[in-house]
């Protein structure tokens, strides 16, 4: 076979393999824009507050680039909302759809509701990573530079330890459908001067309060159980309690105490000491 005959074959080949990969391209996006929609409906379906502007795929040809205008998201009952000015996602790469980096093009402006008020929060350099298999996300990372409290009213716990969280990461594994639980493999943040790492097992209780057990590592035990008895939160029998726990408590490879902590009925716990109520992450469910 002549060299010319042996270039034709190899130029139709590449043409024909070109040819193919702009129609996978072309089709793949089009399904991400779709199933980015049908998300999008699927939690208005569940009662989340969903919007979007424009939802664009580009990148072409070395990448997938979704970009989602205006988005904005609120849970159902009010309970947290968040928005930015545009979100930002792309697969590992072209032909890996099962791990995707989302960012948002700008800060996040967050809102929490507490038993205090709402608390209003300013979220910069937030990142997801999101690994999932057949459809279901099966690992989560997130980061994010800073949370800043931006609410005018006082909040006893929060003003104690600082109005700033800074260096937040966070690790969970899968989700468990049924039992609405989440795993935290690992979680640590600078909160003032107080470094935090956690893990657990958390879930929501059918009352709306944050249950499960942890691990709670703190850089200054003794800087958090003020702020929680400045709070109102430990009267001193609980702290007394509390510190026993802390003494007696091992500390870490970061040379940071690690106490047991549970949220059961509506409470939590330090060890077997209660330290307050449990956050409550949405309103108590309803039978229909």
Same mark, same amino acid.
């Given at each position: 076979?002549?060299?010319?005959?042996?270039?034709?074959?190899?130029?139709?080949?590449?043409?024909?393999?070109?040819?193919?990969?702009?129609?996978?391209?072309?089709?793949?996006?089009?399904?991400?824009?779709?199933?980015?929609?049908?998300?999008?409906?699927?939690?208005?379906?569940?009662?989340?507050?969903?919007?979007?502007?424009?939802?664009?795929?580009?990148?072409?040809?070395?990448?997938?680039? @979704?970009?989602?205008?205006? *988005?904005?998201? #609120?849970?159902?009952?009010?309970?947290? $909302?968040?928005?930015? =000015?545009? &979100?930002? %996602?792309?697969?590992?790469?072209?032909?890996?759809?099962?791990?995707?980096?989302?960012?948002?093009?700008?800060?996040?402006?967050?809102?929490?509701?507490?038993?205090?008020?709402?608390?209003?929060?300013?979220?910069?350099?937030?990142?997801?990573?999101?690994?999932?298999?057949?459809?279901?996300?099966?690992?989560?990372?997130?980061?994010?530079?800073?949370?800043?409290?931006?609410?005018?009213?006082?909040?006893?716990?929060?003003?104690?330890?600082?109005?700033?969280?800074?260096?937040?990461?966070?690790?969970?594994?899968?989700?468990?459908?049924?039992?609405?639980?989440?795993?935290?493999?690992?979680?640590?943040?600078?909160?003032?001067?107080?470094?935090?790492?956690?893990?657990?097992?958390?879930? @929501?209780?059918?009352?709306? *309060?944050?249950? #499960?057990?942890?691990?709670?590592?703190? $850089?200054?035990?003794? =800087?958090? &159980?003020? %702020?929680?008895?400045?709070?109102?939160?430990?009267?001193?029998?609980?702290?007394?309690?509390?510190?026993?726990?802390?003494?007696?408590?091992?500390?870490?490879?970061?040379?940071?105490?690690?106490?047991?902590?549970?949220?059961?009925?509506?409470?939590?716990?330090?060890?077997?000491?209660?330290?307050?109520?449990?956050?409550?992450?949405?309103?108590?469910?309803?039978?229909?």
């Amino acid at each position: 076979m002549s060299i010319r005959r042996i270039l034709t074959i190899l130029v139709i080949a590449a043409a024909a393999f070109a040819a193919l990969y702009v129609f996978y391209w072309i089709y793949v996006s089009g399904q991400i824009k779709e199933q980015t929609l049908a998300w999008a409906e699927e939690r208005r379906a569940e009662g989340y507050a969903i919007e979007m502007g424009r939802v664009d795929v580009n990148g072409f040809p070395a990448a997938f680039e @979704v970009q989602v205008t205006d *988005f904005a998201i #609120g849970a159902p009952n009010n309970d947290w $909302s968040a928005a930015t =000015r545009a &979100l930002h %996602a792309r697969p590992a790469s072209v032909f890996d759809l099962e791990v995707w980096d989302a960012q948002p093009e700008s800060e996040v402006r967050a809102v929490i509701g507490s038993d205090e008020g709402p608390l209003e929060l300013s979220l910069e350099g937030a990142r997801l990573l999101l690994q999932s298999v057949d459809g279901e996300v099966v690992r989560t990372e997130a980061y994010l530079d800073s949370a800043e409290l931006t609410s005018d009213q006082s909040y006893p716990v929060i003003d104690a330890l600082g109005r700033r969280i800074e260096d937040v990461e966070i690790f969970l594994s899968a989700e468990d459908p049924d039992a609405g639980e989440v795993i935290i493999d690992s979680a640590q943040m600078s909160w003032g001067a107080l470094d935090v790492s956690a893990a657990g097992v958390l879930g @929501v209780d059918p009352a709306g *309060f944050l249950a #499960g057990t942890g691990q709670l590592g703190l $850089s200054d035990p003794e =800087r958090f &159980l003020d %702020a929680l008895q400045q709070a109102g939160i430990l009267d001193n029998r609980a702290r007394q309690f509390a510190q026993i726990a802390v003494a007696i408590a091992p500390r870490n490879e970061e040379d940071r105490v690690v106490l047991p902590v549970s949220f059961n009925g509506g409470k939590a716990y330090i060890g077997p000491a209660p330290v307050g109520a449990a956050p409550r992450i949405h309103a108590p469910e309803t039978n229909s």
